[in-house]
């Protein structure tokens, strides 16, 4: 009877307390800088039914507000209605799939589990874990694991829609599961259409329009790409060694090739891995959090789950040891994060979010806290608009959308909102066509503010182009410019040449007038040994020394970014600059007389030794109005 009772009582209590927790967000008091910019644009374009794809190019998809550190009244139910059903299909899935069902194995899932709350972005990889784990042992005929199936396929379609690494994971999963389903003659996709039906469905309801789907994957895609591209930075050698260490145990440990589903579990779990060691240490910045944090729930999940092969007592030892090696780690990580103000302590936000569910009259005090924060935030980031009588629509440059939506101005951003990733041909692509068309903004607060030491025209080049034919200068203060729009764009002519050259080489700039500019196109082509080490690793980071009358300065360099094209001279790396070439003006000491791209280091031979270099000298001229 006691056995009984704890095999119902547990299950529900993880269920439960795995909504509870994770219902809502941390909200942050501000909405200024860089990662909160795009917090208010993913509620932003919730909130105004954005198209995914045409009107906001990201790797956060149309369900990714319920992720959103910014809190908005109006969409706020909406959030935790859309949240309750996502985590409560986590949580079914997770204590009816995993043989959680003693208070100690309750302790650790919920251990474990407190963590999400600042790694959110391991929770969305858990449906397709459990999903195909459950579809290689899934009985055909009962009927029960069936529902649980789809239940667990709708969860992973609503995790794709939030972000795309959970696509990437998600995809492969479910066509491994379909491959196994094939190979014990169970010919019925009925896993895979409920899959591709749920997104649809969910894509729907999320405002999209279903006809541009193709266009949100591509976006999706792209992004991904250029973060993979000129994203990484450099994370600690020990911690990416222990990560791997870690991985290679529980793979060695568990991974069994014997029968179809050994095979089908083992390549689900490397690709598992090698999706959570890209989360934490393939991006901007190095998240060593998330991919432990990863490694520690897989690790779990192949304890618990009776689709693994069983282990012996010694192999047992091994993950279990894995498992609370990785998950002390991110303990370790997380801990100093959890003392700042942003983010609340465990007990604390346990307790708050119970009083939260329970308690209507706590629930609406809580909601009146949060809009009067709100409201603070956005009087703060109205005031540090540096214009006053600014014109709509609106667009700030290269972040802080969050000035934009709180200016109270019509707001006219760039699908790709974001310069710092926007590195490619397509995003930038479709940034510059956006400003050539009606729908462009009137006002363009600009700044020049590049990341980890990039050269500042490396990000989203094409509409640095762009401002220049389409946008004059209005006013500017000594952080920031305000552009507004030409009655009609400048002429814009061209002349170019190309050279082949190494690196390490100086390439010689030609000489330009006040109204021109020195646009260069470099095309660095990987090997093929680089190419396969890059999808693992990350290409190594670039870095080119630029040389003027002055001196030289050393700037990252992004490789997709430079393919696409950039304005290497006059040097737009002050605000000061940046104003000289948008008034048809320069400074000496503005003009670039040269520059070289330094060979990566290491024994790999990542590009070839010699890189293809197109520069032309830009001029302009103002053009007619129309019928004149």
Same mark, same amino acid.
């Given at each position: 009877?006691?056995?009984?009772?704890?095999?119902?009582?547990?299950?529900?209590?993880? +269920?439960?307390?795995?909504?509870?927790?994770?219902?809502?967000?941390?909200?942050?008091?501000? !909405?200024?800088?860089?990662?909160?910019?795009?917090?208010?644009?993913?509620?932003?374009?919730?909130?105004?039914?954005?198209?995914?794809? /045409?009107?906001?190019?990201?790797?956060?998809?149309?369900?990714?507000?319920?992720?959103?550190?910014?809190?908005?009244?109006?969409?706020?139910?909406?959030?935790?209605?859309?949240?309750?059903?996502?985590?409560?299909?986590?949580?079914?899935?997770?204590?009816?799939?995993?043989?959680?069902?003693?208070?100690?194995?309750?302790?650790?899932?919920?251990?474990?589990?407190?963590?999400?709350?600042?790694?959110?972005?391991?929770?969305?990889?858990?449906?397709?874990?459990?999903?195909?784990?459950?579809?290689?042992?899934?009985?055909?005929?009962?009927?029960?694991?069936?529902?649980?199936?789809?239940?667990?396929?709708?969860?992973?379609?609503?995790?794709?829609?939030?972000?795309?690494?959970?696509?990437?994971?998600?995809?492969?999963?479910?066509?491994?599961?379909?491959?196994?389903?094939?190979?014990?003659?169970?010919?019925?996709?009925?896993?895979?259409?409920?899959?591709?039906? /749920?997104?649809?469905?969910?894509?729907?309801?999320?405002?999209?329009?279903?006809?541009?789907?193709?266009?949100?994957?591509?976006?999706?895609?792209?992004?991904?790409?250029?973060?993979?591209?000129? !994203?990484?930075?450099?994370?600690?050698?020990?911690?990416?060694?222990?990560?791997?260490?870690?991985?290679?145990?529980?793979?060695?440990?568990?991974?069994? !090739?014997?029968?179809?589903?050994?095979?089908?579990?083992?390549?689900?779990?490397?690709?598992?891995?090698?999706?959570?060691?890209?989360?934490?240490?393939?991006?901007?910045?190095?998240?060593?959090?998330?991919?432990?944090?990863?490694?520690?729930?897989?690790?779990?999940?192949?304890?618990?789950?009776?689709?693994?092969?069983?282990?012996?007592?010694?192999?047992?030892?091994?993950?279990?040891?894995?498992?609370?090696?990785?998950?002390?780690?991110?303990?370790?990580?997380?801990?100093?994060?959890?003392?700042?103000?942003?983010?609340?302590?465990?007990?604390?936000?346990?307790?708050?979010?119970?009083?939260?569910?329970?308690?209507?009259?706590?629930?609406?005090?809580?909601?009146?806290?949060?809009?009067?924060?709100?409201?603070?935030?956005?009087?703060?980031?109205?005031?540090?608009?540096?214009?006053?009588?600014?014109?709509?629509?609106?667009?700030?440059?290269?972040?802080?959308?969050?000035?934009?939506?709180?200016?109270?101005?019509?707001?006219?951003?760039?699908?790709?909102?974001?310069?710092?990733?926007?590195?490619?041909?397509?995003?930038?692509?479709?940034?510059?066509?956006?400003?050539?068309?009606?729908?462009?903004?009137?006002?363009?607060?600009?700044?020049?503010?590049?990341?980890?030491?990039?050269?500042?025209?490396?990000?989203?080049?094409?509409?640095?182009?762009?401002?220049?034919?389409?946008?004059?200068?209005?006013?500017? +203060?000594?952080?920031?410019?305000?552009?507004?729009?030409?009655?009609?764009?400048?002429?814009?002519?061209?002349?170019?040449?190309?050279?082949?050259?190494?690196?390490?080489?100086?390439?010689?700039?030609?000489?330009?007038?006040?109204?021109?500019?020195?646009?260069?196109?470099?095309?660095?082509?990987?090997?093929?040994?680089?190419?396969?080490?890059?999808?693992?690793?990350?290409?190594?980071?670039?870095? !080119? +020394?630029?040389?003027?009358?002055?001196?030289?300065?050393?700037?990252?360099?992004?490789?997709?970014?430079?393919?696409?094209?950039?304005?290497?001279?006059?040097?737009?790396?002050?605000?000061?600059?940046?104003?000289?070439?948008?008034?048809?003006?320069?400074?000496?000491?503005?003009?670039?007389?040269?520059?070289?791209?330094?060979?990566?280091?290491?024994?790999?031979?990542?590009?070839?030794?010699?890189?293809?270099?197109?520069?032309?000298?830009?001029?302009?001229?103002?053009?007619?109005?129309?019928?004149?």
């Amino acid at each position: 009877m006691k056995a009984r009772l704890f095999s119902f009582a547990v299950p529900l209590l993880g +269920t439960l307390f795995v909504l509870v927790y994770l219902l809502d967000v941390v909200y942050a008091p501000s !909405m200024r800088g860089l990662d909160l910019s795009w917090h208010a644009m993913l509620a932003y374009a919730h909130e105004n039914k954005l198209q995914h794809g /045409s009107q906001i190019i990201f790797n956060y998809g149309p369900l990714s507000f319920i992720e959103s550190a910014i809190y908005v009244e109006n969409t706020h139910q909406e959030k935790l209605l859309y949240r309750a059903t996502y985590l409560l299909i986590l949580g079914i899935g997770c204590f009816s799939v995993l043989r959680i069902r003693s208070p100690w194995a309750l302790l650790a899932w919920c251990g474990l589990t407190l963590h999400l709350l600042i790694w959110r972005d391991v929770y969305l990889l858990l449906p397709a874990l459990l999903l195909c784990h459950l579809e290689c042992r899934r009985q055909q005929g009962n009927v029960a694991q069936l529902a649980l199936s789809l239940l667990l396929a709708f969860g992973a379609a609503f995790a794709c829609l939030v972000k795309a690494n959970a696509m990437f994971f998600t995809l492969p999963a479910i066509a491994l599961a379909s491959v196994y389903r094939f190979s014990v003659r169970d010919y019925r996709p009925i896993v895979p259409v409920c899959f591709v039906l /749920s997104v649809v469905l969910l894509f729907s309801l999320s405002g999209q329009h279903v006809s541009g789907f193709v266009d949100f994957v591509r976006g999706y895609v792209d992004v991904s790409l250029a973060y993979n591209a000129d !994203m990484g930075l450099p994370a600690p050698v020990a911690l990416q060694g222990a990560f791997i260490v870690g991985s290679t145990v529980l793979v060695a440990t568990t991974v069994r !090739m014997t029968n179809p589903a050994g095979a089908v579990l083992g390549l689900l779990t490397i690709g598992y891995l090698l999706v959570a060691y890209k989360m934490g240490f393939v991006r901007h910045g190095a998240n060593p959090g998330a991919s432990f944090l990863a490694l520690a729930f897989v690790c779990l999940v192949q304890l618990w789950s009776p689709s693994v092969d069983a282990l012996g007592r010694h192999q047992r030892r091994l993950v279990v040891a894995v498992a609370v090696a990785t998950a002390s780690l991110v303990t370790w990580i997380t801990v100093p994060l959890s003392q700042g103000e942003f983010i609340k302590g465990y007990v604390h936000t346990v307790r708050d979010r119970i009083r939260y569910v329970l308690d209507p009259g706590y629930g609406a005090a809580l909601n009146a806290e949060l809009g009067r924060r709100q409201a603070m935030a956005l009087t703060q980031a109205r005031s540090a608009i540096p214009f006053a009588d600014v014109q709509g629509p609106i667009d700030v440059f290269p972040f802080e959308f969050g000035l934009a939506y709180a200016s109270g101005l019509p707001i006219a951003t760039r699908p790709a909102f974001q310069s710092y990733f926007t590195t490619s041909r397509y995003m930038s692509g479709h940034n510059a066509d956006f400003l050539a068309g009606p729908r462009a903004p009137r006002s363009v607060v600009f700044s020049v503010e590049p990341i980890d030491g990039r050269y500042a025209a490396l990000e989203d080049p094409l509409t640095l182009s762009a401002y220049r034919r389409h946008y004059q200068l209005d006013r500017q +203060t000594p952080n920031a410019l305000l552009l507004t729009r030409r009655a009609a764009p400048v002429a814009q002519s061209e002349l170019c040449r190309t050279s082949e050259v190494a690196f390490d080489l100086p390439v010689l700039i030609p000489w330009v007038g006040p109204d021109q500019a020195v646009w260069a196109e470099i095309d660095i082509t990987p090997t093929w040994l680089g190419r396969i080490v890059s999808v693992l690793s990350g290409p190594p980071v670039l870095s !080119m +020394t630029m040389a003027t009358p002055t001196g030289s300065a050393d700037f990252r360099y992004l490789r997709e970014a430079g393919q696409t094209g950039f304005l290497l001279s006059p040097a737009l790396v002050t605000t000061a600059a940046a104003a000289d070439f948008f008034k048809a003006a320069s400074r000496p000491e503005d003009r670039v007389v040269g520059f070289s791209i330094k060979a990566p280091g290491g024994p790999i031979p990542w590009y070839d030794p010699q890189m293809s270099v197109k520069l032309c000298v830009l001029s302009w001229e103002s053009a007619h109005p129309p019928g004149r």
